[in-house]
């Protein structure tokens, strides 16, 4: 069962399917208006819905020790040159393209209002693999021809107790995971795979923070997953939608008691 959708609040929808659709190409779904759009990544949808100035600012921090969203990823071909359009046109980074652990190529940068996005070429060569017939399944997608909705990462505290969550309600498996010898924090990555896309949890060996979800601040809000309703506190979304928030306060729906939401 894999992630459906993923909302970004944004305060001015029309500049952000503008930019959404000019350097990743995602395809307009239906007719976008000033409140909402919906957009086409292949493997899922990503909902575009306005918020407004006055709502505060957003409390999602960069750095990854921050328990909850991390980022949005997208497969791509091309990095580099995707870059380099991406730089031209005075796009905000956080890491320049490089090669990076499991064998792949990355880059990080910013959308207009702050939600941080990944750019991943090439399929990983993980650490370890848990489950090979689901990692031949994502091999299997190969390499897209226009940029692939991939993934949603979260910092977490405990990679088992996550996994086993996200299983029972959800149908992920964890197919793999890959380690960053490099990192003095003690970085660790896991995959955990449903349908075509990912949820990557990364775990650390120091202290992480906490903060609470905010449905109607500018960024991530909330991604929508296939499978049954869990037994989690819930909040409201301006629009009504009841979203549940994981242990590490990452904001999700289930399909089930989802209230317009995108695909």
Known sequence: MPIKNVVVNCTDVQRSVEYYTRFLE?????????????LDAVTA???LRAVSNDRGQSTWSPDDLQKGFRHIGFKVDRIDERAGVLKDAGVEFKLDPLDAEGNVR????????GTLLELIQGDLEYAEVLDAAGVARERSLGVPERPRFDHVAVTIEDRDATAAHYH??????FIGTIEQPHDSRGFHIGYLKGGETVLEVFT???PKTSRDPQLDVAGFAYAEL????????????????????DPDGFPYTASTDTVGSGA
């Open 168 to 173: 029972e309600h959800h149908g992920f498996d």
């Open 45 to 47: 949808t990503v909902e």
């Open 26 to 38: 995602l395809r307009v779904v239906g007719e976008p208006t000033a409140q909402r759009a919906v």
């Open 226 to 245: 296939a499978g049954d309703p869990p037994d989690l506190p819930v909040a409201i979304s301006p629009d009504g939608t009841k979203v549940y928030v």
């Open 204 to 206: 650390y060996d120091v």
């Open 106 to 113: 990355i880059c990080f940068f910013y959308d207009p209002d």
